[in-house]
């Protein structure tokens, strides 16, 4: 009976340490409340890459809209903008056949981008990042364009979550 009750007693010891660590964060965004919408207009492509600005910015589209934080709009009606400057596109080699060892077998892709994203009204800053970056991992298919072709959706998709966890995420 006794243990029992020191056992109830530790566990709520241990109950209210964890529940003072969580003191001051706050689940969900973050936005201002007069930010409802957003306008994205087409990411500048800063990199060697040709058009990779317009999988990215669909990409990021599709990820503000999935997160419900927002709604696009124009950017006539909107409250704030979201502007991404595309930086740095980079095909890695991260793994060599074991007959030929100066052919790859395997590429990682990045997408490094930077963003600001600002009140209309005022033009306040709400948030930016100078380096944000988006990746995915492949293997060598025997065809290095087809491949960067077939891996930019994914590279998008991660560089486009990262943007938007930036934005709208209280962590």
Known sequence: MQINRMCAGLFCAVLL?????????QLGSMLPGDIRTVCVPTFVNNTDEPNIEIETTQATIREIQQDGSLK????????AILEVVLKEYELEP???????????EEYRIWIRASYVFRKLSDDT????????????TTEFSGDLSLMKRTELPRTARDLAHEIVERMVEAW
């Open 125 to 136: 800053v709400v948030s930016e990042a100078p380096n944000v970056r988006g990746q995915s």
């Open 17 to 25: 340490l964890n529940l003072c660590g969580c003191v001051g964060y």
């Open 72 to 79: 696009i709009a124009s950017c006539e009606e909107a409250d």
């Open 94 to 104: 991260i793994s060599y056949g074991r007959d030929r060892e100066t052919t790859a």
